[in-house]
């Protein structure tokens, strides 16, 4: 089953910790951590968007080699990432029972002051307890 939400980004963050009365759907918990996932990196609490991954996940992005675990990550976000602040606007997001994808537009400025605005796509692979397991991430950008 696939699940299309086309919503603004503000939609309010579901419980840390569910209660069992208030469990959510494993798809509706993964669109809570991914969102939550975007505002963490647009806040730079690295900590915090390092542990929404599990310690072996994957992330693949365009012109860097693939990263793998906690300290790859950290790495990145810390000391490689071209992009010293900025927003991410979610247009679209699509969920099945253990993926999320979503569109959008990120607008910031890299750490050489230039300022930058452009489209993107995300895909993640979330596991049940809502950590995720693999990021892909694409740019709307002339390369090929």
């Known amino acids: 089953m ?11 963050a579901l419980p840390e910790t569910p209660t069992a009365a208030a469990t959510p759907t494993i798809p509706a918990l993964a669109v809570s ?8 990196v647009d806040a730079g ?3 915090a968007l ?3 991954f599990t310690p072996d996940a994957r992330y693949h992005r ?18 490689q990432r071209v992009i010293r ?13 253990d993926e999320v994808a979503v569109h ?21 692979r979330m596991t049940p307890q809502g950590r995720i397991a693999t ?6 950008v002339p390369a090929v």
Do not use: C, I, K, N
């Open 2 to 12: 696939v699940h299309t939400l086309s919503q603004p980004d503000e939609t309010p």
């Open 33 to 40: 951590q991914v969102r939550r996932y975007y505002r963490l």
């Open 45 to 47: 609490d690295v900590p």
């Open 50 to 52: 390092v542990a929404l």
């Open 62 to 79: 365009p012109g860097y080699r693939p990263m793998v675990g906690h300290a790859e990550l950290e790495r990145f976000y810390r000391d």
């Open 85 to 97: 602040s900025g927003v991410h606007t979610l247009a679209t997001v699509v969920t099945t029972d």
């Open 104 to 124: 959008g537009l990120f607008r910031g400025v890299l750490h050489d002051g230039d300022e930058v605005e452009l489209r993107f796509a995300d895909f993640f």
């Open 135 to 140: 990021r892909d991430t694409f740019f709307h």
